[in-house]
């Protein structure tokens, strides 16, 4: 059994560890570029590019926090931090998310502008940029495609939105060419910023739900009660707690109350039954405490009651 968990966490560490390589990476393609559409921009005089920008800019930032985070997050648990640092790379989701939001805002004003006071663009330049923007991000799209962390989710995401923005600039600079209608520029940028906003809302919403210990997506409390009610020896359970680290490793807390005459043996037995209910993968952290029936316990129950947790105390109805 030790020695399993001890490949576990070999296993864990090696894998963050190419997450925050592929990450360090992503962010300096996406640098560079973000600063390559700023100038593509403003010299096709197109805000559709300009939203794109912003939204580089963002993701920018956002893989710089990612990689701080994830790298922080390698350094183990302290006395202070009991889970490690994983809950940081959670905050980096939040930050991105929220730059996002409040960049894209600002590029859907100008956009709404330009709406109503059309300019001209250079729609060849305005192609070369697209084609660039498509090989660039679809690159990165492949580099980061095996992360399963949440943090490389919501990036792959960012990044798979880039190519579908880039596409969509492709195709409106095509048809700019053909046919004089600068305002397809404008309304291109509002599609693109108002797809993103969406995905990005999303993906909050997802890191809100750790940051408020809801049970995590994938674990059913009552069928989890229902099974451990099944062991012949437990009576009940209650004060049962599921929330997530980060949305990739969860926690686990609850009472069993066990029957009078229970051996220590069957107490073990019922703990690892609890065990063996959880994915060993996502639950890290298990904590079962055992009572036997009668018993009043005041650690956790919520009973109002001063009597000793003694099984010779036998308060009986």
């Known amino acids: 059994m030790s020695g399993s968990h001890h490949h576990d966490g070999h296993g864990h560490g090696s894998h963050s560890h190419g997450s925050s390589g592929n990450i360090k990476v992503a962010f300096f393609l996406n640098l560079a570029f973000t600063i390559i559409e700023v ?11 300009l939203s794109d920008a912003v939204h580089d800019l963002g993701d920018s930032m956002s893989l ?10 390698q350094r183990g648990r302290t006395p202070q931090d009991t889970y490690g640092y994983r809950r940081y790379a959670l905050l980096g989701g939040l930050i991105t998310g929220l730059v996002l939001v409040i960049g894209l805002c600002f590029v859907l004003w100008n956009a709404f502008q330009r709406l109503l006071h059309p300019a001209p663009v250079n729609a060849p330049g305005m192609i070369l940029l697209a084609v660039i923007g498509i090989v660039f991000n679809g690159a990165a799209v492949l580099r980061l495609k095996s992360g399963s962390s949440l943090t490389e989710k919501v990036v792959t995401w960012h990044l798979i939105e880039d ?22 520029d404008p309304l291109l940028s509002i599609g693109i910023s108002i ?10 919403r997802q890191v809100f739900d750790v940051i408020i210990q809801k049970v995590p997506a994938s674990f059913n409390v009552e069928q989890f009660e229902r099974d451990v009610l099944l062991h012949p020896k437990v009576v009940s359970m209650h004060d049962t707690h599921s929330w997530s680290v980060d949305g990739e490793i969860h926690v686990l807390t609850t009472h069993l109350v066990m029957q009078r005459d229970a051996s220590r043996d069957e ?17 890290e952290h298990v904590t079962v405490d055992v009572e036997l029936e009668g018993e009043m316990c005041v650690i956790g129950a ?3 009651t001063n009597a000793p947790c003694d099984p010779h105390h036998h308060h009986h109805h």
């Open 195 to 204: 797809f993103i906003i969406w995905n990005v809302v999303g993906n909050l």
């Open 163 to 184: 190519v579908l923005g880039w596409v969509a600039v492709l195709a409106g600079a095509v048809v700019m060419t053909i046919w004089n209608l600068p305002v397809i």
């Open 64 to 73: 710089a926090l990612a990689w701080y985070f994830q790298r922080l997050s």
């Open 39 to 49: 100038i593509g921009g403003i010299l096709t005089n197109s805000i559709a590019i």
């Open 302 to 304: 919520g009973r109002k």
């Open 267 to 283: 107490m073990i037995d019922a703990k690892s039954h609890v065990r063996s209910l959880l994915d060993e993968n996502t639950f």
